[in-house]
């Protein structure tokens, strides 16, 4: 079934949406994520996407706020991460009880980090992020080029993990629009379910991607501006 994720990033404590990743390039910002994250299941949201952007960046973490939003969102289906570069924190974030980890640059630069995740998480719980340009994937903050492809990455990650994260770095944050030949590529080669971000700025979008055959899309920027009003995105799950 489609499902439609609000994005809650959390940078210095304050929920905020950054253009393309960059720290420098605020473009929404809230005082507290937690209330976000309440008005968002108020208004009838079924899952919540929540990543730790200062643990992304090496700046920090705001772990209490991710155990907070899962208290504050009881039977909301989460997908939390943010910096999730070894085990040990890819146990203290599981510990705090979202529905799945996903692990980002570790997966990327260290596949033995995904291997010894999946020895202590099930399958299911364990998503791993495809930060995709010009069809390159993107590490640390999407700052550096790995010089991987998608597809290799993709066909190398999606048997050990419960569902991916595709999002597309050259149009993240810009409201330009999703891109159905780039999620279809990847959906084709995962052959797990594919969660994707980037672009999004109309309902129109969020059909694109599932008619692309995405398994949910995560929408940022274009609820916090209401471009898209949440309660006709959730519409779509059971169209």
């Known amino acids: 079934m489609f499902r439609v994720f ?63 939003i899962r208290q504050a969102a009881p039977g909301v289906f989460i997908q ?18 979202p529905d799945r980890v996903i692990l980002g640059t570790a997966a990327v630069e260290d596949p033995t980090v995904l291997y010894r995740v999946r020895s202590k998480l099930p399958k299911e719980r364990v998503m791993v992020a495809v930060d995709g340009s010009r069809g390159m994937v993107l590490s640390r903050g999407w700052a550096r080029s790995t010089g991987i492809s998608i597809d290799d990455f993709v066909g190398r990650a999606a048997p050990w993990v419960g569902a991916l994260l595709y999002t597309d770095v050259d149009v993240e944050g810009q409201m330009k629009g999703v891109r159905s030949d780039s999620i279809r590529q990847v959906v084709e080669c995962a052959r ?40 006709d995105a959730l519409k779509l799950e059971a169209a």
Do not use: M
Not at 6 to 29: N, S
Not at 80 to 97: D, F, H, K, T, Y
Not at 212 to 222: M, Q, R, Y
């Open 192 to 231: 797990v379910p594919v969660v994707v971000a980037g672009g999004v700025a109309t309902l129109e979008d969020v059909k694109r991607a599932r008619e692309a055959g995405a398994a949910g899309c995560v929408i940022g920027l274009a609820l916090y501006n209401n471009s898209i009003r949440l309660e």
């Open 80 to 97: 939390a991460g943010g910096g999730i570069r070894s085990l040990p924190r890819a146990e203290q974030v599981a510990a705090l009880g």
């Open 6 to 68: 609000p994005a809650v990033d959390i940078r210095g404590g304050k929920c905020v949406t950054l253009e393309q990743g960059r720290p420098d390039r605020v473009l929404v910002e809230r005082p507290d994520p937690v209330a976000v994250a309440r008005e968002w299941v108020r208004r009838g949201a079924r899952c919540l996407h929540v990543v730790d952007l200062d643990a992304v960046f090496g700046t920090g973490e705001n772990t209490p706020l991710l155990g907070a």
